[in-house]
């Protein structure tokens, strides 16, 4: 800790939300400064693999690449699943942030994992961090830098819920004094609902179609319950029939999206249930005052807040800035000694 601690006020110090989905970088005394696809873009020639584009440039890549390039996720279900490509997409991110300037000092970092992440996930993270250029390499938990960063009081004697709904996983916990007083890791998330989607056209309308037409789908129309009139926006995607082999075009409506995503959001309200019913008596009834607060592009979804509070019977409100909330808890606890506490090594 000494060495962190003789340059905590080094100004390329930063704060990085490592999500399944998108990698956002928080930087000391900027704020954030990054917000990118964790996709990373790998080329083969003659055996030898390099990294041909990482974030956005490689997010435009995925489902289109050639034989010699392949669009990797280098993290799945909110822990890295290929540790040698994650850690050149953080050597890519820090350098990106930093431009060609030379270096001080190499920075110290602070990143977010899930809860439910176990010792050698943890590891995997740090050790990727380290490798990339990190001098010292602080981890959070996930629900409490979401917490910070949406302003809920963690460190006073007060329940509150949080339900971070990100890419790979939905993180649900109860907090107060700085810690969490119960917390669970429901491997669903965004990239289950895309997947539900996908399922929902194959199944229906024979069509196939990819990741990225799905997320789309998801983002521009997605709604938690079916409208009022039951069908909503009626939308055109184009895929693959399945049937005669060829490109088509298909009209589906929110209704049907509602429908397909019934699983996954209904995964992620059993998760919050559960939650509910492992808190203490008295935690519970300050939720009850305090409601719940959902963060992450999850929660972005028309809808879920509804859905969540028609299952709980508690108010339930969307974070003002849903997408930045990690990252954003995450860089506070970097910066205030208020929060210096909920930062660990291991």
């Known amino acids: 800790m000494a060495f962190g601690n003789l340059f905590k006020f080094r100004s390329q110090d930063m704060a990085i939300d490592l999500g399944t989905a998108n990698t956002v970088v928080y930087v000391r005394g900027q704020g954030i400064v990054l917000n990118e696809p964790s996709v990373v873009a790998i080329e083969t020639l003659n055996g030898i693999k390099k990294v041909k584009a990482v974030g956005n440039d490689a997010k435009m890549m995925m489902g289109k690449t050639p034989d010699s390039i392949e669009a990797i996720r280098p993290l799945r279900d909110g822990v890295i699943a290929d540790i040698d490509v994650a850690e050149q997409m953080i050597k890519h991110f820090i350098q990106k942030v930093h431009g060609k300037k030379k270096l001080f000092s190499y920075p110290e970092i602070v990143i977010c994992v899930p809860s439910g992440s176990t010792s050698v996930e943890r590891r995997a993270i740090r050790d990727a961090a380290s490798n990339a250029g990190a001098s010292q390499v602080f981890l959070i938990e996930e629900p409490m830098a979401a917490a910070i960063g949406a302003d809920m009081p963690v460190t006073e004697p007060i329940g509150s819920m949080?339900?971070?709904?990100?890419?790979?996983?939905?993180?649900?916990?109860?907090?107060?004094?700085?810690?969490?007083?119960?917390?669970?890791?429901?491997?669903?998330?965004?990239?289950?609902?895309?997947?539900?989607?996908?399922?929902?056209?194959?199944?229906?309308?024979?069509?196939l179609i990819g990741e990225t037409t799905a997320e789309r789908i998801k983002k521009d129309f997605g709604v938690a319950q079916a409208p009022v009139?039951?069908?909503?926006?009626?939308?055109?995607?184009?895929?693959?029939?399945?049937?005669?082999?060829?490109?088509?075009?298909?009209?589906?409506?929110?209704?049907?999206?509602?429908?397909?995503?019934?699983?996954?959001?209904?995964?992620?309200?059993?998760?919050?249930?559960?939650?509910?019913?492992?808190?203490?008596?008295?935690?519970?009834?300050?939720?009850?005052?305090?409601?719940?607060?959902?963060?992450?592009?999850?929660?972005?979804?028309?809808?879920?807040?509804?859905?969540l509070s028609d299952e709980t019977g508690l108010p339930v409100t969307v974070a003002e800035d849903p997408l930045a909330c990690v990252a954003l808890g995450t860089g506070r606890a970097m910066e205030d000694e208020l929060f210096r506490g909920v930062l660990t090594t291991a």
């Not at 298909?250 to 019913?277: D, F, M, W």
């Open 162 to 207: 949080v339900v971070d709904v990100g890419g790979g996983t939905t993180e649900v916990a109860v907090l107060s004094l700085r810690g969490l007083a119960y917390t669970t890791s429901v491997r669903t998330g965004g990239d289950k609902m895309d997947e539900a989607i996908v399922s929902y056209v194959r199944r229906h309308h024979n069509l």
């Open 229 to 307: 009139d039951g069908v909503g926006h009626t939308i055109h995607i184009k895929g693959r029939d399945l049937v005669n082999g060829v490109p088509k075009e298909i009209s589906i409506n929110q209704g049907q999206i509602a429908e397909a995503l019934g699983e996954p959001i209904g995964t992620i309200i059993e998760g919050v249930r559960i939650a509910l019913e492992n808190t203490a008596p008295e935690l519970a009834a300050d939720i009850v005052d305090q409601g719940i607060v959902l963060t992450g592009g999850g929660a972005l979804i028309s809808g879920l807040d509804a859905a």
